[in-house]
């Protein structure tokens, strides 16, 4: 019985393998180049920090320049912690997807496959929120 | 040769309980991303449809802020969404059609299309940094130069 299941069962075979590799090699360098571009972001507006408050004091009225650097610091932690995440989950998906093909580990693979659900997860919720509030700046 | 290719069959992953929950998960997630993709590309053409510009007066200073987009780049923008979006909704659909049919050339295909659109997603960031950075350097050259 068990060997007929075994049989029956699908399987993460060369083909399926080979395209997984490539998927989590390619999902790895776009998690590294995300974290990358992320430290750049945090950097260039901690370096314009100034010119940015003074900017945003400018466009909108009443609002003072400390107002807009707490206003700048909360985007930025948001922002930067949003994306952390979905990167983070897509680094340790496509990391323990790969060392899972390459060991043949079973737990390993399941691990990664649970990251890469996570990233999804969050991508999906991140795209919901967007399109929220895409409609409703329409009205 | 034979012997060697079934002893590898023999000890290939598979895609047991565990493994197909949460392959299944991420393909509604993936399907929920491309559903609320194609509708922010409604929302987008007709944004871009509406007026163009408003200006805010500010202490005496007209600052001109765009609320519309340009509708070819909004055009442009749908169509690399639309086929990277084709990707992940074939990940989705055939990975998904897999995992419920016991199909292992319907998983093996939604594997390939997940590859296909990490790819494209890849080599879009790589145009958009190279771009950034080429832009970069022509603001400080011509900076240098005045």
């Not at chain 1, 790969?98 to 691990?111: A, V």
Request: aromatic fraction near 10%; proline fraction near 1%.
């Amino acid at each position: 019985m068990e060997e007929n299941q075994s049989i029956l069962e699908l399987l993460v075979d060369q083909t399926a393998s080979k395209n997984l590799s490539d998927a989590s090699r390619w999902a790895r360098f776009l998690s590294i180049t995300g974290f990358v571009c992320m430290g750049v972001m945090v950097i260039f507006f901690i370096a314009m920090q100034s010119q940015i408050t003074s900017a945003l004091s400018q466009v909108i009225p009443g609002l003072t320049d400390l107002d807009s650097f707490g206003a700048l610091v909360a985007v930025i932690i948001i922002v930067a912690g949003v994306l952390g995440l979905l990167m983070f989950f897509l680094f340790r998906g496509s990391t323990l997807i790969k060392k899972g093909i390459e060991t043949k580990s079973q737990d390993m693979f399941n691990r990664g496959l649970a990251s890469l659900k996570a990233y999804f997860i969050t991508y999906g919720i991140i795209s919901i929120a967007g399109l929220i509030s895409n409609l409703v700046s329409i009205f | 040769m034979e012997n060697h290719d079934t002893e590898n069959s023999l000890f290939d992953l598979s895609i047991d309980e565990t493994a197909k929950d949460h392959l299944r998960r991420i393909c509604s997630w993936s399907m929920i991303i491309v559903i609320t993709a194609v509708i922010g590309y409604v929302v987008a053409i007709i944004k871009a449809l509406m007026p163009k510009t408003e200006v805010i007066q500010s202490e005496g200073f007209g600052v001109s802020v765009g609320a519309g987009q340009n509708l070819g780049s909004v055009i442009f923008g749908i169509i690399i969404g639309l086929l990277v979006n084709y990707f992940l909704y074939q990940f989705a659909n055939l990975t998904k059609k897999g995992v419920n049919g016991m199909s292992q050339t319907d998983l093996n295909a939604g594997f390939y299309n997940l590859k296909i659109y990490f790819v494209i997603i890849s080599i879009l960031v790589i145009i958009v940094l190279a771009i950034v950075l080429l832009a970069g350097l022509t603001i400080g050259a011509n900076a240098t130069t005045k």
